[in-house]
C-alpha cells in the first residue's frame, strides 16, 4: 500500500477506488468488464461443486501441495495446487460430538523455488521467499493454535509429527519444506460442539501464501450441525463455490504447450505482482460455469472468497439473453443466514453479497417460478461495470425442486452465537456485550501513515526475480529512520521487524478475558484473526450486516470510521497471528503475533517490568527500539499525526 491516496485514485484500496466501487454497486445495466471480452470461453462449461474428500487408513484426509496440471478456458497451466485439481477438495464433517479432525500435508516438491516479492506493487522493499515451501491453515477454527491436546489414545506416528508424538493444531508458524509432511489434528469440540458453518483451509506461510492461495490452492472446510438439518436447509440444493483468481491472462503466466507435462521446473505463475492485477474470478476452477436449476428451487450457495486482493460485490440479474450479455436492470434480493461460518441472529436481505478476501457468506437463493437465465455478476474497484461470473438457467429440464420454501427466520436465528454473556472483563465477572463493556482496550490500525511522507512514483516498469536468500537477510537496520511507519504496516509495524528485534509476541490477551478492540484503517483492509471468532459491534456499514453478529474477517474502511468488536479468547492458549486478508499485504509483513496467556503466566504476558514495578505487555518495546516507541505514539494518535518529538524523531 502507497501511504497517499491521492497519488493514484484508481488503485484498489484507495478511498476514491472505494467510492466508485460503491456508486457501481448501485449501477443496474452493467454487462461486461472491459476484459471480459478476452475471458469468455468458446464453450460455458457446466459447474461443478468441488470433489469430496474421504479420509483414508485412520480417517486421515490427505492432502498433497505440489504441481498441479489444470485446464482453465481451454488452456492448461501447471500451477501449485493440492491433490492436482484446479481448487482443493472439500473437506465435510458430519455432525456430531468429540470430532477431531485428521489432515496429513504431503508437500510433494522436491526443492525451492526461492523469488521476491514487494510492496508497493513492487517498488517497495524487497525480500526473499521460497514458494514451495508451506504449511495449512483451518480458516474458521476455534481449535488449539499450535499443537494438538495430547491425547494418549491417538499418538501421532510416522514422518510429520510435531516433538513429543504429537498432532499440530492449526499452527501457521510451522514450516513444511520441500519432500516434507505435516500431521495436523484439529480437534474441533474441545471447547464445546464447534460452531457449524462455512470455513475453509489454505496455505499460510508467510511470504508465499498470496501466490499458492491465488494458483487455486484453497479448498472449502464444511462443518456441519443443527442449521443444515433446518426445513428449508436440509433438502436446498447446496453449492459449494470456492472463488479463486489464477492470473491465466498475465503477461508472465505461461500455460503448458500441447502435450507438455506439468513439472516444478515449468510452472505457469512465478510472478508475485500478479496478485496487484485485476484477474477473473473462477468458480471452483472453471471460467463462467452453467447451473442448471429448476425453477422454484431453493439453494443454498456456500459461497468462499478465496480472491485476493479486491473485493467483490456480487448480484443477480435476470438476463435479456442466454449468454448473459446483457441483463434487466434490477438484481434479485437474496438472503444471507451466515458469515465467515457463523449463523447471524437474523437474516441478512440484499440484492449484494459483498466480500472481502477471506470472506464466506452462506446464501438462501429462492429461484424463479419461471423458466429463464439469471446472471450472477462481480464488480470490484477495477472492473466497475461487472464480469458475468456464473450464469444460472432456471429450467424445467433440470428435474424436480428439492425445496420450494426457505427456512424460517427464527428457527435459523435461534441458532446463531449469542451476542451477549456472562464473562470476564477486566477481571470482573459481568455481562458482557456491545453495549456493557465501554471501554476500548486495545486498538489497531491497519496501516498507519507517516505524515509528510511522499509516495514513490509507480509508473516506472519493475520486475521481481529468483533469489538467494543468503542475499536478502532481514535484520535491525541501526540506520533506519526511526519516526517512519514502514509500508505496509499495522499500528505502524511490520511483522519482520518485531521478529528481528526478538519480541516474543506483538499483542497478548488473557485466556477467559473479553476485551473491546477499535480497529481503523487508513484506507481499507479486511481484518482476520485466528483461532477465536470476534463479535461485530453495531455499525453504519453499506456493505454488510450493520447488526451485533459474530465474525473472523471484517471489511474496515476509512469512510466508516472505527469498527468496535469484542474480543473473547475462550479455552486456548497460545500464539497465533491476526492480519489483513489481503494476502499480497500479508506476506509483505501486515500482520501480528497474537498470544493468549494463562492470567498467571506473567512471562508470556509481560515484556518486562517498568521502574514501578508494573508490567509492560508484551506488546510494548525494548528502551532501544526507537522505531516501536514512534509506533505507539502515531497509532494512540490516530486518525491525527502523532505530537512532534524532537528528541525521539530529531526535528
Not at 449463523?343 to 429463464?372: C, H, I, N
Not at 485466556?511 to 478492540?517: K, L
Amino acid at each position: 500500500m502507497v501511504q497517499n491516496s491521492s497519488h493514484a485514485p484508481e488503485r484498489p484500496g484507495s478511498p476514491a477506488a472505494f467510492a466508485l466501487l460503491i456508486a457501481a454497486l448501485a449501477l443496474p445495466t452493467a454487462c461486461g468488464g472491459e476484459d471480459e471480452a478476452d475471458t469468455t470461453p468458446e464453450t460455458t462449461p457446466m459447474y461443478e461443486d468441488p470433489p469430496e474428500l474421504q479420509p483414508g487408513d485412520g480417517g486421515v484426509y490427505e492432502l498433497h501441495f505440489g504441481p498441479s496440471a489444470v485446464e482453465i478456458d481451454g488452456r492448461r497451466f501447471c500451477l501449485r495446487g493440492y491433490n492436482g485439481a484446479a481448487v482443493g477438495p472439500t473437506i465435510r464433517v458430519p455432525k456430531g460430538e468429540g470430532r477431531g479432525v485428521h489432515v496429513t500435508l504431503h508437500n510433494d516438491f522436491t526443492k525451492s523455488d526461492f523469488r521476491e516479492i514487494a510492496s508497493m506493487m513492487g517498488h517497495g522493499s524487497r525480500s526473499c521467499h521460497d514458494f514451495n515451501l508451506t504449511n495449512l491453515h483451518g480458516h474458521g477454527l476455534h481449535v488449539q493454535p499450535n499443537f494438538a491436546t495430547d491425547d494418549p489414545a491417538d499418538p501421532c506416528e510416522g514422518d510429520g509429527c510435531a516433538p513429543g508424538q504429537r498432532y499440530f493444531g492449526d499452527h501457521v508458524l510451522h514450516q513444511v519444506p520441500p519432500g516434507a509432511s505435516a500431521r495436523y489434528r484439529w480437534d474441533l469440540d474441545e471447547d464445546g460442539i464447534h460452531h457449524e458453518g462455512t470455513d475453509w483451509y489454505h496455505p499460510h506461510i508467510h511470504g508465499s501464501t498470496a501466490i499458492q492461495v491465488m494458483d487455486g490452492a484453497a479448498g472449502a472446510l464444511l462443518i456441519e450441525g443443527a442449521l443444515d438439518e433446518l426445513p428449508g436447509i436440509a433438502r436446498a440444493r447446496e453449492r459449494v463455490m470456492v472463488m479463486t483468481q489464477v492470473p491465466i491472462d498475465h503477461e508472465n503466466t505461461v500455460p503448458l504447450r500441447e502435450g507438455e507435462d506439468c513439472t516444478e521446473d515449468n510452472l505457469s505463475v512465478t510472478d508475485f505482482l500478479a496478485v496487484e492485477t485485476l484477474r477473473a474470478t473462477l468458480i471452483n476452477g472453471k471460467l463462467r460455469p452453467r447451473i442448471a436449476t429448476p425453477p422454484g428451487q431453493v439453494e443454498r450457495w456456500r459461497m468462499v472468497y478465496a480472491g485476493s486482493p479486491d473485493e467483490m460485490g456480487m448480484k443477480l440479474h435476470v438476463a435479456k439473453d442466454p449468454a448473459c450479455s446483457d441483463f434487466d436492470k434490477t438484481p434479485i434480493e437474496t438472503i444471507q443466514i451466515a458469515r465467515d461460518g457463523l449463523t447471524l441472529p437474523q437474516f441478512y436481505r440484499s440484492d449484494t453479497v459483498w466480500v472481502s478476501p477471506g470472506y464466506r457468506a452462506d446464501v438462501m437463493v429462492k429461484m424463479p417460478e419461471e423458466e429463464q437465465t439469471l446472471c450472477l455478476v462481480g464488480r470490484r474497484p477495477n472492473d466497475l461495470l461487472g464480469s458475468v461470473i456464473a450464469i444460472v438457467d432456471v429450467d424445467g429440464g433440470a428435474g424436480e425442486p428439492t425445496e420450494v420454501n426457505l427456512p424460517e427466520e427464527a428457527a435459523v436465528a435461534a441458532l446463531a452465537p449469542p451476542t451477549s454473556w456472562t464473562g470476564m472483563v477486566d477481571g470482573k465477572t459481568t455481562e458482557v456485550s456491545c453495549d456493557s463493556v465501554e471501554t476500548v482496550h486495545q486498538k489497531v490500525v491497519l496501516l498507519v501513515p507517516t505524515p509528510g511522507q511522499q509516495p514513490p512514483d509507480l509508473s516506472s516498469d519493475v520486475a521481481l526475480m529468483s533469489c538467494d536468500p543468503a542475499a536478502h537477510p532481514h535484520g535491525i537496520d541501526p540506520d533506519a529512520p526511526a519516526c517512519l511507519c514502514p509500508d505496509p504496516n499495522i499500528s505502524c509495524r511490520k511483522f519482520d521487524d518485531r521478529r528481528a528485534w526478538g519480541y516474543r509476541s506483538d499483542r497478548v490477551m488473557t485466556v477467559g478475558s473479553a476485551e473491546r478492540w477499535e480497529i481503523r484503517a487508513f484506507d481499507g483492509h479486511p481484518f482476520h484473526i485466528h483461532i477465536n471468532p470476534f463479535l461485530v459491534c453495531p455499525n453504519k456499514s453499506n456493505k454488510e450486516p450493520n447488526f451485533a453478529h459474530w465474525r473472523d474477517t471484517m471489511w474496515v474502511q476509512v469512510e466508516d470510521g472505527p469498527r468496535d468488536v469484542l474480543m473473547n479468547p475462550r479455552k486456548f492458549t497460545g500464539q497465533f497471528v491476526l492480519h489483513c486478508h489481503k494476502l499480497n499485504h500479508e506476506d509483505e509483513g501486515m500482520m501480528e503475533l497474537v498470544e493468549i496467556c494463562d492470567p498467571e503466566d506473567r512471562e508470556c504476558l509481560c515484556l518486562g517490568d517498568d521502574e514501578s514495578g508494573a508490567c509492560i505487555p508484551q506488546g510494548g518495546c525494548l528502551p532501544e527500539d526507537l522505531q516501536c516507541q514512534f509506533a505507539k505514539a502515531a497509532t494512540d494518535a490516530y486518525p491525527a499525526p502523532p505530537a512532534p518529538d524532537r528528541e525521539l524523531c530529531g526535528r
